[in-house]
């Protein structure tokens, strides 16, 4: 068995949802639905779902089965503000603010990956990797090593 072929199957036999940040990149909405096709788990787009579903079928890009998220009327939101509000630097920011960090696609996915609702998220499609790793820097907690 092929090295490519090997690592098929393992991923197909503990099948991973991933969020997508940049999700109304017409990239990630192909790579999210190759993602589904393959077996491999559970893609979640993030982004604004009108936009991105337009998009996808101005592409002709079947997005119909994937999850799309939108962090500006996401039912998530509400426990994600009060989990953020624990985490510092954001624990001395109000509800509002902690609202528009949330806005963001990079922020709201990395907060549902801190709260177990992903296995990973994928970031940085149309961004410098910096401005990607941040929240993820910034959110999720480190070990000390």
């Known amino acids: 068995m092929f090295l490519l072929e090997k690592l098929e199957s393992q991923i197909k036999q503990y099948p991973q ?11 990630v909405m192909r790579a ?9 788990g559970e893609p979640i787009l993030i982004g604004n779902a009108p936009k991105i ?3 996808a079928s101005n592409l002709n890009i079947d997005i ?9 009327n996401a039912e998530e939101t509400d426990d994600l503000v009060e989990r953020m509000k624990n985490i510092p630097p954001y624990d001395g920011k109000t ?20 709260s177990g609702q992903a296995d990973t998220l ?15 820097i910034e959110l999720l907690p480190r070990n000390d090593f």
């Open 17 to 27: 949802s991933i969020i997508f940040t940049d999700g109304d990149d017409p990239r």
């Open 32 to 40: 999210a639905r190759r993602y589904l096709s393959a077996k491999f």
């Open 53 to 55: 579903k337009a998009t």
């Open 64 to 72: 119909e089965p994937v999850t799309i998220i939108d962090p500006e």
């Open 95 to 114: 509800t509002d603010e902690i609202r528009s960090y949330l806005k963001d696609p990079r922020y709201f996915g990395t907060m549902l990956l801190e």
């Open 122 to 136: 994928l970031a940085g499609a149309s961004i410098r990797a910096r401005s990607a790793m941040l929240p993820l």
